[in-house]
């Protein structure tokens, strides 16, 4: 059983539609990180959260601990936005062994 | 904005070599990370690197690997006899460390690229 699940795997947008992209985990958790991964492969760290709610210019995320449930929203999704987004979640007590889901592929169509 | 840089991008190498996979983390950052992505898995955690030793590792990460910080700057990977399977894009992974803001905020390298043949 994977500890971390993404939904959706892939996910096709209109360009200007709100995206939610959805993860849960298993284990107990000091911190969870969404990140976005572009076709070539580089990884960004967009958020990392261990409770309430970050925005960062039309990205939103948020966590609810008890649930073990995080979510990533686009608004005004544009064509840019396609990338492959990555919740990985750092164990508690752990340093840096973060625990990756296998990701969700957004495509925004123009 | 500051980066960590990773070489080389891209090697291909015969199974059997050693390979060394360098990185220069952030220059005030005080904690490193190995993480691997097999071509189409997700990614995956080996290795973090604290105070001049390793703090934690995974299964992957066995007597094959292994990880130094030679000088001020560098952060190395090495692989003493490849296999096959080692075949993916290994990233390298830095933070600050200090309970400050963005202290936890992990920066990636691009990703070294490694083919086994």
């Known amino acids: 059983k994977n500890e971390v699940e993404q939904s959706p795997q892939n996910l096709t947008a209109q360009e200007g539609e709100f995206i939610t992209i959805n993860c849960s985990y298993s284990v107990g958790i000091s911190a969870l990180h969404w990140l976005q991964q572009h076709p070539g492969g580089g990884i960004v760290s967009l958020f990392m959260l261990s409770s309430g709610k970050k925005k960062h210019g039309r990205l939103i995320a948020t966590i609810n601990i008890q649930e073990k449930h995080s979510s990533l929203h686009i608004t005004a999704s544009h064509p840019r936005d396609s990338a492959v987004y990555i919740c990985a979640v750092r164990s508690r007590g752990s340093q840096g062994n973060l625990i990756f889901g296998k990701g969700t592929k957004l495509s925004v169509k123009p | 904005e500051p980066e960590v840089t990773q070489t080389p991008s891209h090697q291909v190498t015969q199974m059997g070599q050693e390979v060394i996979l360098r990185c220069v983390p952030i220059s005030n950052h005080l904690y490193f990370y190995w993480y691997r992505q097999i071509l189409g898995q997700k990614v995956e955690f080996l290795v973090s690197?604290?105070?001049?030793?390793?703090?934690?590792k995974s299964e992957i990460f066995d007597d094959q690997f292994s990880v130094e910080r030679p000088d001020g700057s560098n952060f190395t990977l090495k692989i003493r006899s490849t296999k096959l399977e080692d075949s993916a894009m290994y990233f390298c992974?830095?933070?600050?460390?200090?309970?400050?803001?963005?202290?936890?905020?992990?920066?990636f390298g691009a990703g070294s690229r490694l083919t086994v043949l």
């Open positions: 690197f604290y105070n001049n030793e390793i703090s934690e």
């Open positions: 992974a830095s933070r600050k460390g200090f309970l400050s803001s963005g202290a936890n905020v992990l920066t």
